[in-house]
């Protein structure tokens, strides 16, 4: 989860390098490291922080050369300190790497690498890498068997960009991303593609277990037995005025607001594409959908959904518990893996285990170009453009939107729904930001917050209850509104913050009926629904729509108060403490 890039070219490396890292940051910013080469002379910088924060002590004006490597952190092995951070060396300060993954053996290969004599600097599983490719590179005198030679030693997943002193930048992946960008004025090897996005859309996705050599003008793929391969150059489409914060002080307002498009975007998706997915769906005998975190709770959303207006059966399992539920699944079996990134390593898991079993596997996802959606036998986009707040808001409701459409296609009560609509609806909500953010003011302060809904709203109350936690470090909680009575009321107290999602729909009278027992007890209630009521402390107002589409909108409210409970309590709410956006780790 951490963020690599390698850079070799006509430009200053350090120049082009801290703006790849400030893009591709979302996936760890615990700290920060670069490496750039000149006249043979490798130079390392690297300090504790996010980009911004480092940036003048990392003195890049003071870093010549057009060859170089770039790092952001999330620690694993080791804590957060500068000697942890990346690039890390070998014992001769002749070869400097940066890694992505995990190390499973390090420890054993450490030990073995300080036997013969290697001296080890910092705690990471990360450093063996430097160490083993100077030994096969002082054994082979040859970048590419020293590569090959590395990999064969190294278990567990990775990505790394290794510069030699020969001027030669070389790369392996291993079960994590690497992206070559071919430019006109120098190649970057990357995480991602927004590490190279400003430069080049001219991109190769490297396969598992490829090897990349690269220079200024020539890029040469080989196999991990060192044989050439031959991968399609992909063109790449996202605009770079999309990962602006434009007038937003954070991505992750400027992605809660850009909900009055995208969502109108993904219910326009492919209708061929869609019917690709009912075909597979329909033939198949067991249906799992799996999904981490908020794709997760997309996931719930949906099997409420199907339940409700389908005659199809399905099983939703979080993807981190799929491997211990995964023995119906056979030929006969489709795992529907919901991801935004389409990079979770736990999703990719999921689908690597439905394969082994023969099942098909369609995937949700917003990159086409990820590994999840590679893996797929067809796979649909939410389009919603680049999400880089690490708490998902644009790609939830993107995701819903794809769902809202499968079902209509598999149930014979079709939801009317009006895209045109979506955006003067959502512009409705967004309407109640200043009430929602003197809510926050006033109830920053405390511990506890829960969130209660029956049938639809339930999942997202969940997802509710995650956005406050990831973003404002407050305990919420989810509540399936009937199940208060069966625990949770023991914690109710005096001003204890219940939040109830009750659009006036079959679930309204039964959930109000839990609120009652709530007021009763002292709690502060603010309601979420288009129908106001006496019991509310606090009312948002929702406009009045479909009543199966309430889940959509009422999840903005949640989402703002998040957002604004983050800035309340001086958190940032692009980047929340201990998280990355994508969780390519298991
Ligand atoms: O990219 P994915 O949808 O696979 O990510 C899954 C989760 O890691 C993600 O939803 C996470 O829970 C978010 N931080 C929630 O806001």
């Not at 790394?160 to 970057?188: C, M, T, W, Y």
């Not at 396969?207 to 063109?235: A, C, H, M």
């Not at 509710?464 to 009575?485: F, R």
Request: hydrophobic residues 40%; contains cysteine.
């Amino acid at each position: 989860m951490c963020s690599i890039i390698g850079y070799t070219g006509r430009f200053g490396a350090a120049s082009v390098l801290i703006g790849s890292l400030k893009r591709m940051e979302y996936r760890g910013y615990d700290s920060v490291g670069m490496a750039t080469m000149e006249s043979s002379k490798i130079l390392v910088r690297k300090d504790v922080g996010k980009v911004i924060e480092v940036e003048k002590s990392l003195q890049l004006d003071a870093m010549p050369g057009q060859i170089g490597i770039g790092h952001t952190r999330w620690a694993t092995h080791g804590s957060i300190n500068k000697i942890n951070a990346h690039p890390h060396m070998d014992c001769n300060n002749n070869i400097v790497v940066v890694h992505n993954g995990i190390i499973e053996n390090y420890k054993q290969l450490k030990v073995d690498l300080q036997n013969n004599g290697h001296v080890f600097k910092s705690e990471t599983d990360s450093e063996v890498i430097a160490h083993l490719i100077e030994c096969h590179y002082s054994k082979y005198n040859d970048v590419k068997q020293a590569v090959i030679e590395t990999c064969k030693n190294l278990k567990g997943s990775y990505a790394f960009v290794v510069i030699f002193k020969s001027g030669l930048v070389a790369g392996a992946r291993q079960d994590e991303p690497l992206i070559i960008g071919l430019g006109k004025d120098g190649n970057f090897i990357s995480s991602d593609v927004l590490g190279f996005i400003e430069y080049t859309d001219q991109s190769i996705f490297l396969d598992n277990q490829d090897i990349v050599i690269l220079n200024e003008n020539n890029v040469s793929i080989y196999d991990f037995n060192g044989n050439p391969v031959s991968r399609d150059v992909t063109q790449v489409a996202w605009e770079l005025g999309d990962i602006d914060k434009g007038k937003y002080a954070h991505y992750t307002h400027k992605e809660i607001h850009e909900q009055q498009y995208s969502i109108e975007k993904a219910f326009g998706i492919q209708t061929e594409s869609i019917n690709k997915f009912i075909d597979v769906i329909l033939k198949s005998k067991n249906i799992f959908i799996t999904g981490s975190g908020t794709s997760y709770h997309c996931a719930m959303l949906a099997k409420y959904l199907l339940n409700k207006l389908s005659d199809i059966r399905t099983e939703i399992v979080m993807s981190s518990e799929f491997e211990y539920m995964s023995r119906l699944l056979d030929e006969n079996s489709v795992l529907i893996a919901i991801s935004q990134s389409g990079e979770t390593a736990d999703v990719l898991h999921a689908a690597k285990i439905a394969k082994q079993n023969h099942a098909k596997i369609l995937s949700i996802i917003n990159i086409p170009t990820s590994s999840l959606a590679r893996f797929s036998d067809h796979y649909l986009t939410i389009n919603c453009g680049p999400e880089i707040g690490v708490a998902a808001t644009k790609s939830f409701t993107g995701q819903l939107a794809i769902f809202y459409s499968i079902v209509n296609k598999l149930s014979s009560t079709r939801i009317e729904i009006k895209f045109s609509d979506f955006s003067d609806i959502i512009n409705e909500v967004l309407e109640q930001e200043s009430h929602i953010e003197k809510i926050a003011e006033d109830i920053k302060k405390t511990k506890d917050i829960y969130i209660l809904g029956k049938s639809l709203h339930y999942p997202i109350g969940l997802e509710g209850s995650l956005k406050i936690k990831e973003l404002a470090y407050i305990h919420a909680e989810g509540i399936a509104a009937g199940e208060i009575k069966h625990g949770p009321l023991a914690l109710i107290e005096n001003n204890t913050v219940v939040i109830v999602l009750n659009p006036s729909d079959d679930t309204y009278t039964d959930t109000l009926n839990s609120v009652y027992e709530m007021k009763s007890r002292g709690a502060t209630i603010i309601g979420i629904s288009n129908q106001t009521n006496e019991i509310y402390d606090y009312f948002i107002k929702l406009p009045t729509i479909n009543k199966l589409l309430y889940p959509i909108i009422e999840i903005i409210p949640l989402q703002i108060l998040s957002y604004y409970l983050a800035l309340k309590n001086n958190a940032n709410p692009d980047y929340p403490r201990n998280l990355a956006k994508s969780v390519t780790v298991r």
